[in-house]
């Protein structure tokens, strides 16, 4: 077995696929993904994503947004794909774009978008500093300034305590 120095020789740690087989187990009352399995398994992916990045614990903030665009059926393969968008001191944007496959059909549909902030925090829970975000790309820069605005968005809403 080979040993790296770093994550970062190995992944993106910024970065996140997750795949899944949606099984008859997560089915809603018409047969396809319940909304809120779905909820769940993007947790998990704004949790994995943010705390790899951090290399601490994390806890969710907020649910910023989700959309579901399109149902998602049973049988087809579904990807997550994760990035971290945005650092402040201590929290963190992580966007997650979903995918799902008719594995059969060859057919890809992005089905849902979602923000989520996740706050990096020590053992007692109190927040810690998160490794500062260097956006290089104009990908990296666009997402960047749009998690951005949309946390001085929020900021603003819980100021006005709508
Ligand atoms: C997340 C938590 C640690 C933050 O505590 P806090 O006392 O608000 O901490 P801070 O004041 O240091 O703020 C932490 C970050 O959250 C941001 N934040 C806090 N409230 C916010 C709001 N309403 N909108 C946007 N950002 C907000 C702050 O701007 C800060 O970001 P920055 O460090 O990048 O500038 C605390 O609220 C908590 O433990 N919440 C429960 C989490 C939980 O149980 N999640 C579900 C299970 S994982």
Not at 76 to 85: G, H, K, M
Not at 90 to 102: A, F, N, P, Q, R
Not at 148 to 162: D, F, G, P, T
Request: charged fraction near 25%.
């Amino acid at each position: 077995m080979e040993n790296f120095e770093t994550k970062e020789d190995v992944f993106d740690i910024k970065s996140l696929t997750m795949s899944i087989l949606m099984t008859p187990s997560v089915a809603n009352f018409k047969g396809r993904v319940h909304g809120g399995d779905l909820l769940k398994l993007l947790d998990q992916v704004a949790y994995a994503c943010a705390s790899r990045y951090c290399g601490k614990y994390v806890v969710t903030l907020s649910v910023d947004s989700v959309t579901f665009k399109y149902p998602i059926e049973v049988g087809t393969l579904v990807t997550f794909l994760a990035s971290v968008n945005y650092t402040g001191s201590s929290s963190l944007e992580v966007g997650i774009k979903v995918i799902s496959e008719d594995i059969h059909k060859r057919i890809v549909t992005h089905t849902n978008s979602a923000y989520f902030t996740m706050v990096c925090v020590d053992e007692n829970g109190k927040s810690v500093k998160a490794p500062p975000l260097e956006p290089k790309t104009e990908v990296e820069k666009r997402r960047y300034n749009n998690a951005l605005k949309r946390k001085q968005a929020r900021i603003e809403l819980s100021k006005k305590n709508i």
